[in-house]
C-alpha cells in the first residue's frame, strides 16, 4: 500500500517570496507522482507530474517539483508567488496498475499582499 | 475537448432521501471515478468504472453505488442520506492508457443534507 504525506496543512506567505509545499510518500514499488491544485469552488487541476525521466518537473506557470527517491519526497516549489497562486494543493502517488491515485490531505497556500 | 461535467453543481437535500448525481467525462476516456472531499477527512476514494464495471471500490458503506454506461457517463447514488454525506463529490475520468494514475475532475457537486 502507499501513502501520501503532505507536511504542512496551510502555508500563509507574502506576495512575491518563494515557497516550498512539502509532500513524502511511502511506497515499496516504483510510482508516478503529480500535484494537483484546486481553486476556491472547483475540481482538481493537474498542476504537474512525475512520470520518468528527467527528476525535475515544471509548469507553465512557473511552479517546479523535484522528485527524490532517496528521500521519498515530491516538493513543489515556486520562487516567486502570486496571489492568483492562493488554493488547495494536492501531492498524489499512484504505481503502475494501480488506476487509483493515493491523495495526500492538501496543503492550503495563501498569498498576502 | 470538453472537459469532465458534472450536474447538477449544487444540490440540497434532507436527511433519509436519496440523491444522484451524474458525470460525463472527456471524450475517449473509458475510466470513471468517484471522489468524496470534506473538510475533515480530504479526498476520500468511492469507486472506479471501467467499461461498465466496477473496477476499485473504496471504503463506504452500501448506501453509496454506482453505475457506468456504456458512452461512459457515470452516475453516483446516495441512499437515505446522513448529514455527514454533506461533501464535494468529484468526478475524475482517465484516458487508462498506460496507467499511470492521472486524473481528469470535473467541477464537483456539492451536496448540502440538512
Known amino acids: 500500500a502507499q501513502s501520501v504525506t503532505q507536511l504542512d496543512s496551510q502555508v500563509p506567505v507574502f506576495e512575491e517570496a518563494p515557497v516550498e509545499l512539502r509532500c513524502n510518500y511511502s511506497?515499496?514499488?516504483?510510482?508516478?507522482l503529480f500535484w494537483y491544485v484546486q481553486y476556491p469552488n472547483q475540481g482538481l487541476q493537474l498542476l504537474l507530474k512525475?512520470?520518468?525521466?528527467?527528476?525535475l518537473v515544471e509548469s507553465i506557470n512557473g511552479f517546479e517539483a523535484e522528485f527524490n527517491k532517496s528521500q521519498t519526497s515530491f516538493h513543489l516549489r515556486k520562487p516567486s508567488v502570486h496571489i492568483s497562486d492562493t488554493a488547495e494543493y494536492f501531492c498524489?502517488?499512484?504505481?503502475?496498475?494501480?488506476?487509483?491515485?493515493?491523495f495526500g490531505r492538501g496543503t492550503s497556500l495563501i498569498v498576502h499582499p | 475537448k470538453a472537459g469532465v461535467t458534472q450536474t447538477p453543481r449544487y444540490l440540497i437535500k434532507t436527511r433519509g432521501q436519496q440523491v444522484t448525481l451524474s458525470c460525463s467525462p472527456i471524450?475517449?476516456?473509458?475510466?470513471v471515478s468517484w471522489y468524496q472531499q470534506t473538510p475533515g477527512q480530504g479526498l476520500q476514494f468511492l469507486f472506479e468504472?471501467?467499461?461498465?464495471?466496477?473496477?476499485n471500490k473504496g471504503n463506504f458503506p452500501g448506501r453509496f453505488s454506482g453505475r457506468q454506461f456504456s458512452n461512459s457517463r457515470s452516475e453516483m447514488n446516495v441512499s437515505t442520506l446522513e448529514l455527514g454525506d454533506s461533501a464535494l463529490y468529484l468526478c475524475?475520468?482517465?484516458?487508462?492508457?498506460?496507467?499511470?494514475?492521472?486524473?481528469?475532475f470535473g467541477e464537483g457537486s456539492r451536496l448540502t443534507v440538512l
Open positions: 475524475a475520468s482517465s484516458i487508462d492508457r498506460g496507467n499511470t494514475g492521472e486524473l481528469f
Open positions: 498524489a502517488v499512484s504505481r503502475g496498475g494501480s488506476y487509483i491515485p493515493t
Open positions: 511506497s515499496s514499488v516504483s510510482v508516478y
Open positions: 512525475y512520470l520518468s525521466g528527467s527528476t
Open positions: 471524450s475517449g476516456h473509458r475510466s
Open positions: 468504472y471501467f467499461s461498465e464495471t466496477q473496477r
